[in-house]
């Protein structure tokens, strides 16, 4: 396996607030889940430093828990930092990743400074990086890092891990840049998620803001795919279960100050996502409703605070404040007190008593990512006691079966599953605790480290096993050359001409049809549209040009220089009635859908849909029905990028050959051109010895491959070049 360069916001080691300051290690989730398997692997870690700590590094002031060999400071100034870190990354993407919207704070100058900073990260990641390494992008921080990556290092092997949300295609279209952070993230090769609908989510983005071709392998780009995958983060599971004397001692230090009381115990970044208010409110619930826990429970909330720079932390810190001291002053006695709130981040050996001596976890985020706390707890629970209530919104809610799942914004039903994890009987919490701690410590930090890079490999293989091979212009060139007559055939959609929302407004541009008469014109060549359009459209685009048009999959055929269509007449309707009248039902239920009606073909378009997601849903059930009465009645049913067509199984552009290819002559090179499945059966019945083009990325039959329609032209430009004199060529032009 290559070598992983990690790369996040910060390094994982900072200085500490000691009179005297040392480097340490950092606190947060990531890199509680990346640092051991990380520092096994002998990768780089590159990340934000500031000036005091790159100092310190440069000492060598460091633990000796990570070599400072393998630590990477990118120095970015002050001001451009700030409007980066608490502008954009915390000031916009955390908030909208979180469904927070009232939390949006940021000025638009700061887009620019994001955009900076991750260039400044790309420099690092190019100077350090070699070939063959395999370099791992983290989190919002840096979405548009992978794509800098790749435009200056096309062959790098990219993953990009998001640590929180993504939000549907609803919320995040808010973000005033949604298109550059989706193409940004879309350069890696493969891109992880912890919960299965933050990845629909980010799929149905890239398929409402048109950035790639949403697909079961992923979302493709151009000439390659960034493969999605599911892949929830795991903790240390080995070292939270590690015994000592003095862990054993300091839990029951804890429990002895506890007395009978019983300990209800919640850890969290202060961060709005977490829900403090109303867990709070729910203790405040529990209370009222349990007049029996007064005096005998204690809730303890260790709350560090969080991000001091962006105001929102600040004002939010002295709400909670507010709170704990209103629920306090209500309950409170002379001697017992219902809440301590810890604003301080403790230590590990201290954080691992308190999940031990802790009678109930609570981990009530209204929204997260993942949630490692969770984990923490069940791994540190070696005595397999202990009850998890969990927020349903909370990433770890879909793989932690055998926590108490709650609805943190329903109040008193969280109030309810807190009593009923006090009542627990042993047995049931045993029960619970086994099946918890066998999801946790088989699913942990290692494990999903080598599943990621092993994941971002066979994605890396995939784009390098692609079958066709692509063209350059002088390949091209020297394949025509060998050959005096020359026969193309070409698609049109998403061949010669990118795709359109109508296709009826996909019409071709001045430089085409100039590119088309060229051709049309050359002597020894000649020039075939080979389209699935009806033949009204297509004649109106290109009708007056020197070519001939086969129209609906070759149902309908007009020569170059002719007026008059000729129809095959062995391909029947009778079917479209029912198909129509199907389409037309899912055209009411999917607004902004249309139907498209050739004569021996329907269409059902949904790229205009008014909610792509719910478009994207549905057409899964329209595919399901369609294929369903197709299989009877002699009918393929073809799923395209945002279509679905019916048409007779005996009508396809494979047709084409036994009229475009019936007068060839000797030394004669056929060139096909297409882009999607109804072009493979062209592609197969081509004679031996003809160039097949497949234009865009994906399966298939075609020798050679081109990135898109721009490409295509490129190369058929220059045989225009070739084949014609210049003073014909020039004629043309001014024609």
């Known amino acids: 396996m290559s070598r992983p360069l990690l790369v996040s916001n910060r390094l994982p080691v900072s200085l500490s607030d000691s009179p005297e300051p040392e480097v340490c290690v950092s606190n947060g989730g990531l890199v509680s889940g990346l640092l051991g398997p990380w520092r096994r692997s002998g990768g780089l870690w590159l990340g934000h430093a500031e000036p005091d700590l790159i100092a310190a590094l440069s000492d060598g002031q460091l633990t000796s828990q990570i070599p400072v060999d393998q630590l990477v400071p990118v120095a970015v100034d002050a001001d451009t930092h700030h409007g980066y870190y608490a502008g954009i990354s915390n000031g916009l993407l955390w908030p909208v990743f979180h469904d927070r919207m009232d939390q949006v704070a940021f000025e638009p100058g700061d887009w620019g400074r994001y955009v900076a900073v991750n260039r400044a990260f790309a420099d690092a990641v190019i100077a350090m990086s070699d070939s063959d390494d395999t370099i791992w992008v983290h989190d919002y921080h840096l979405c548009l890092l992978p794509q800098m990556i790749r435009e200056r290092r096309p062959d790098a092997r990219i993953g990009f891990f998001l640590h929180v949300p993504f939000p549907s295609p609803e919320t995040f279209s808010t973000i005033p840049w949604r298109e550059e952070v989706l193409s940004g993230i879309t350069g890696a090769d493969y891109v992880g998620f912890h919960a299965p609908r933050y990845l629909s989510n980010f799929a149905a983005a890239c398929n409402r803001f048109g950035v790639g071709l949403v697909g079961l392998d992923g979302v493709t780009v151009r000439d390659r795919t960034a493969a999605l995958g599911v892949l929830p983060l795991g903790v240390d599971a080995a070292s939270w279960s590690v015994d000592s004397d003095s862990l054993h001692a300091e839990t029951e230090a804890i429990r002895a100050q506890l007395g009978e009381q019983r300990l209800l115990l919640g850890v969290d970044r202060l961060d709005y996502s977490k829900g403090f208010p109303r867990r709070l409110e729910a203790i405040d619930a529990l209370l009222e409703s ?53 604003e301080r981040m403790l230590q590990r050996p201290e954080i691992t008593a308190l999940y031990r001596a802790a009678d109930v976890m609570v981990v009530t985020p209204l929204r997260d990512g993942l949630n490692l706390v969770a984990k923490e707890f069940v791994a540190s629970r070696t005595d397999e006691d202990g009850v998890l209530v969990l927020s349903e919104f909370a990433g770890a809610a879909t793989e932690l079966a055998g926590a108490v799942e709650v609805n943190p914004f329903d109040i008193t039903g969280t109030a309810v599953a807190l009593g009923r994890a006090l009542d627990m009987p042993q047995a049931e919490r045993r029960a619970r605790m086994q099946t918890l701690r066998r999801r946790v410590m088989s699913s942990d930090a290692d494990t999903w480290f080598g599943a990621f890079l092993k994941n971002v490999d066979r994605s890396v293989q995939s784009r390098h096993e692609r079958p066709a091979h692509s063209v350059t212009v002088q390949a091209f060139g020297a394949k025509c050359a060998m050959h005096a007559n020359l026969r193309l055939l070409l698609d049109y959609d998403g061949t010669l001409v990118p795709f359109s929302s109508d296709p009826e407004q996909a019409s071709p541009d001045a430089d085409l049809l100039e590119l088309l008469d060229t051709l049309g014109r050359a002597p020894a060549l000649s020039v075939h549209i080979v ?21 609906e999959h070759g149902l309908w055929s007009r020569a170059a220089g002719g007026n008059s269509w000729q129809v095959n007449t062995s391909i029947t309707n009778e079917w479209m009635g029912r198909v129509r009248e199907l389409m037309e039902h899912f055209v009411t239920v999917v607004p902004g859908s249309l139907i498209e009606e050739k004569t021996a073909s329907l269409a059902w378009h949904f790229r205009t849909a008014a909610d792509s997601d719910h478009a994207t849903l549905r057409s899964r059930e329209v595919e399901d029905v369609l294929r369903e009465i197709g299989s009877g009645s002699g009918l393929n049913v073809l799923r395209g990028n945002c279509v679905i067509e019916v048409r007779p199984r005996n ?77 014909s060529l020039q004629a043309t032009a001014t024609s």
């Open 290 to 342: 349990r007049p029996d826990l007064i005096g005998n429970i204690r809730f303890v909330q260790v709350g560090a605070p969080s991000r001091g720079e962006v105001k929102a932390y600040a004002s939010y810190q002295r709400a909670v404040q507010e709170l704990v001291g209103k629920i306090n002053g209500k309950w409170a006695t002379g001697s017992w007190m219902p809440i301590h709130n810890v």
């Open 531 to 551: 389209t699935g359009r009806p033949r009204e459209s297509i004649g109106r685009f290109l009708g007056h040009l020197p070519l001939t048009i086969h129209a």
């Open 651 to 727: 009508l396809h552009k494979g047709l084409v050959s036994n009229l475009a290819l019936r007068d060839l002559v000797d030394n004669e090179l056929v060139i096909a051109a297409g882009d999607d499945v109804t072009d493979e059966d062209l592609f197969r019945n081509l004679p031996p010895g003809s160039l097949a083009i497949h234009v865009g990325h994906g399966s298939t039959s075609a020798h050679a491959a081109v990135a898109d329609h721009r490409e295509l032209r490129n190369l058929l430009w220059s045989l225009a070049r070739t084949r014609m004199p210049a003073r």
